[in-house]
């Protein structure tokens, strides 16, 4: 097997694993998220799941590859235009169904066009079921997909709570919400140029490289937050035509979220993944789901567009603070293991 066609088989090797996991996952999944928000119809799954099929992408493929403009044509552009999409059709229709339903086909359609171009490109695979390779892959796959839905249910937790109990508000912190994830996509070919940067050095300058990326993340990460959160009312009035207004309040909060984003991204997909602390990835997701699910419903009840924004401040926060704070004690036992 050349070793484009074993690229292409371990793509469809991945394919395979992540589907099936979300399928095993799915109706648990939507449980839970009916669950959490009551009788809010198809809307909360539909944006859901919208996030969740975001596991199925592969723009760490082309990171891999040290491929960026395909990873910015495959991978960024097609999150960006179904975002803008989504977005408008919320303005447009005021139907949050309409909203998630889109967001749910523009991730499908990001999925089909990133496997295709990586798949024509490297020949030779074939979409193998064996039960005990599926096994294996799901039993390798289940962390990372767990870590995926509860970044699911944090992430879209702000938004489906503002819909369901302060719908007046809705449509300005949707506007900030879409924003936010532009700019998420904006940081993203960063954080995917670490993922492969920071492991390919010699492990002695694992630590330095490491030190540099989260040095890197930070400053863009600043920059980025400063820029949402002085243009995001200005751009969200304009895009709506003066019919939707964003607080200056709600863009400074998601603006916190934002810095955190740009250092998680980092600090966990590129650094603790790259030294055995793959584990600390999910705990750190775990423990912002367990804290910003209640807190989103808790805060916008008492502050609607303003508690909801909090919320995802503070599960972001929560979630590259414990990154962070593990961090030396990995690199310690890395070290350890590699002398």
Not at 180 to 207: D, H, I, N
Not at 242 to 261: C, D, N, Q, R, T
Request: aromatic share 8%; proline share 5%; glycine share 8%.
């Amino acid at each position: 097997m050349t070793l484009s066609s074993h690229r292409g088989q371990f793509l469809a090797d991945s394919l395979i694993t992540r589907a099936l996991l979300l399928l095993l996952l799915s109706v648990p999944f939507s449980a839970l998220v009916i669950l959490l928000v009551g009788d809010q119809g198809l809307a909360p799954i539909l944006v859901g799941f919208a996030t969740l099929l975001a596991a199925l992408a592969s723009p760490w493929f082309y990171a891999g590859e040290a491929r960026p403009w395909r990873l910015v044509f495959f991978s960024t552009a097609p999150a960006v235009i179904g975002s803008l999409v989504a977005c408008g059709v919320l303005v447009v229709s005021r139907d949050v169904i309409a909203y998630g339903g889109t967001q749910l086909l523009a991730a499908a359609a990001a999925v089909v066009v990133q496997s295709v171009d990586i798949l024509k490109r490297h020949r030779g695979y074939s979409f193998r079921f064996a039960p005990h390779r599926i096994g294996l892959r799901l039993r390798d796959g289940l962390p990372a997909v767990l870590t995926a839905i509860m970044a699911a249910l944090y992430v879209n937790a702000p938004l489906i709570a503002v819909t369901a109990i302060a719908p007046s508000v809705a449509p300005g912190y949707a506007m900030a919400d879409r924003l936010f994830r532009y700019t998420k996509a904006f940081l993203a070919p960063f954080s995917q140029y670490a993922q492969g940067y920071v492991p390919a050095g010699a492990p002695a300058e694992r630590k330095s490289r490491a030190t540099r990326a989260l040095i890197g993340s930070s400053i863009a990460g600043a920059i980025a937050a400063i820029t949402f959160a002085v243009l995001v009312p200005p751009v969200g009035s304009l895009l709506s035509s003066g019919e939707i207004s964003v607080s200056y309040l709600v863009s400074g909060l998601l603006a916190l979220a934002v810095l955190a984003v740009s250092i998680s991204s980092v600090s966990g997909l590129s650094v603790l993944a790259s030294i055995g602390g793959s584990r600390y990835i999910a705990v750190s997701t775990f423990v912002g789901a367990c804290l910003g699910i209640p807190a989103a419903i808790c805060l916008t009840l008492l502050a609607g567009a303003v508690g909801a924004a909090t919320s995802m401040a503070v599960a972001e926060v929560v979630v590259v603070s414990i990154q962070l704070i593990v961090l030396p004690v990995m690199f310690r036992r890395w070290n350890e293991r590699e002398q």
